[in-house]
T-cell receptor
């Protein structure tokens, strides 16, 4: 079974630009969660999508948005990039229908904002 | 509220033991443990659901004391492969929905030969 795939692996953008990150979950998984990882803040929850609906949301500004498609693939968009948005963005997939289930993480997209 | 992990970092020699603690000021209903090696994705280790329950993965075990709102990860006879950053996480609500995990800041473990 293929794992969670995130593209691209690396991105370099400048302030003010926008960016779209992609995540393909494990086949059969309907839940996709997004996390921002920085050295100072650790793993911070962004949002979770389940069956094309946002089910949970973290404390991030509206510049961070996402969506999920009918095939469970998910995209995350960040508009008007700021220097502080530089981070590793991880997505994780799970079945989404069982409590206390394990998450399967992708390798992440490393975003650098210059 | 983010769980608090201690210590922040630990350096061991192969064969030594280590304990990583995770505590919360809010009630814990379950604790999830993940390990992330440098440059890799976090990988699931185990989930603890009940007070006092212990689970194991290789020579790594953990306990969960829901009354004390804390969990501890025990690494016995550490190996070089144990190096990485360990995160504890807990679901945001009592439902146990893992879709939103609140993670601690991580504990970096380095095992030296």
């Amino acid at each position: 079974k293929a794992g969670v795939t995130q593209t691209p692996r690396y991105l370099i953008k400048t302030r003010g630009q926008q960016v779209t990150l992609s995540c393909s979950p494990i086949s059969g998984h309907r839940s996709v969660s997004w996390y921002q990882q920085t050295p100072g803040q650790g793993l911070q929850f962004l949002f979770e999508y389940f069956s094309e609906t946002q089910r949970n949301k973290g404390n991030f500004p509206g510049r961070f948005s996402g969506r999920q498609f009918s095939n469970s693939r998910s995209e995350m968009n960040v508009s008007t990039l700021e220097l502080g948005d530089s981070a590793l963005y991880l997505c994780a997939s799970s079945l989404g229908t069982v409590t206390n289930e394990k998450l399967f993480f992708g390798s992440g997209t490393q975003l650098s904002v210059l | 509220q983010q769980p608090v992990q201690s210590p922040q970092a630990v350096i061991l020699r192969e064969g030594e033991d280590a304990v990583i603690n995770c505590s919360s000021s809010k009630a814990l209903y379950s604790v999830h443990w993940y390990r992330q090696k440098h440059g890799e994705a976090p990988v699931f280790l185990m989930i603890l659901l009940k007070g006092g329950e212990q689970k194991g993965h290789e020579k790594i075990s953990a306990s969960f004391n829901e009354k004390k709102q804390q969990s501890s990860l025990y690494l016995t006879a550490s190996q070089l492969s144990y190096s990485g950053t360990y995160f504890c996480g807990t679901p945001a609500g009592i439902s146990g929905n893992t879709g939103k995990l609140i993670f601690g800041q991580g504990t970096t473990l380095q095992v030296k030969p």
